[in-house]
C-alpha cells in the first residue's frame, strides 16, 4: 500500500512545500490519513503538516504534528527529520531540547537536506545543542552552498570577511557574493556544485539508514524510547531480546508522558512479559496515568 500510495502523495508533499497556500482538504485528508495509518511516510509528512497548519477542517495541533513527522523521521525521511529539529528547537507541540533539534537536523543534513545542513551549520557555530566548532560550520555551509543556498552563500561570506574558521580555502577570500556578480549566480553555483560534490559525495546508504535509536531516547526522545522499548522486546531492528531492557525504556517513555508505553505497562503488570512478575498495584496505577494521560495523535 505504501508504494500504491507514493504516486499520490509524494507530489502532494512537493506542493505542499512549494507553496504556503496549498492546503489539504477535507477529502484528501481523509486518503491521506488512512495511508499515514498504514505505514506511509509520504502521508504521515502531509498529515503532520496538515495538524501544524490546520487544514482540511483540522484544529491546529503541533503535538499531533511532532508526532506524525517523527513517524516518518523513524523511517528516514529527511524532510520530516528536519521539521522535528525544528519542532524539538521551537518547543512547540514537544517540550524545547536543542540537543535533540541537533541529532534530528544532523540525520537529515547527511542525507543531503539542505535546510537542515545550514542549520547544522548555525548550530555548530552558535554551539547550540552541540559543542561549537567553527570547522564544521563552515563545512556544512560549504556543503549547502554547492547545492546553492544562498543562505549558505551569506553565512560563508561572513566567515571570509570577518575570520573565524582556520579551514577556509584561501581561494575564498574573493567572496562567494562577488564571484556570484562577476559569473551570474546561475552559473557560478552551478561551476562551485561541480567542483565542491567531489568532495561531498553523499553515501547512499545514509538515504535508507534508519535513526539511531538508542542516541535518540538517551537524549530524551519519547517516541524514540518507545521503539527502542519495543525493539528489545522482540528481538528486533537490531537488538538482541532483552525484556528488562524494554521494560527500562517502556517505565521511561511511560514516565515522560507517552501513552503507548503506559498503556504497554499496563498490560506487562496485569499479565506478565516472559516470566516477569504481575504486579496488580502497579498496573492500576499505570491505567490511571493513561487515563489522565493527553493524547498525541487520533485517528
Known sequence: MRREFAWIAMPLVMALCASRCWALSSEDLALVASAAERGSA???????????NGDGG???DPARAAY???????QGNAYAETRLGDL???????PPNAKLAFDWRIKAALRGEVPAQVKVGRMYQEGIGVGKNSDLAAHWF??????????AH???????????????ENAAARTWFEKAAR?????????????????????????????????????????????LARHYESGTGGARKDVAAALGWYRRAAAGGHPMAMTTLEQVYAASLDGLRRDPAASARSTARTNTAPSTHSN
Open 183 to 227: 559569473q551570474g549566480y546561475e552559473s557560478a553555483a552551478l561551476l562551485l556544485n561541480m567542483i565542491r560534490s567531489i568532495g561531498y559525495q553523499i553515501d547512499e546508504s545514509w538515504h535508507n539508514r534508519a535513526p539511531d535509536l538508542k542516541k535518540l531516547a538517551e537524549d530524551g526522545d519519547l517516541e524514540a524510547e518507545y521503539q
Open 88 to 94: 524539538y528547537e521551537q518547543g512547540l507541540g514537544i
Open 68 to 74: 506524525w513527522f517523527e513517524q516518518a523521521a523513524i
Open 58 to 60: 483540522l484544529a491546529r
Open 142 to 151: 560549504r556543503r549547502a552552498a554547492a547545492e546553492g543556498s544562498t543562505e
Open 154 to 168: 551569506y553565512l560563508l561570506d561572513r566567515i571570509n570577511r570577518y575570520g573565524g574558521d582556520a579551514e577556509v
Open 42 to 52: 509520504a502521508s504521515q509528512v502531509l498529515l503532520a503538516v496538515a495538524c501544524l
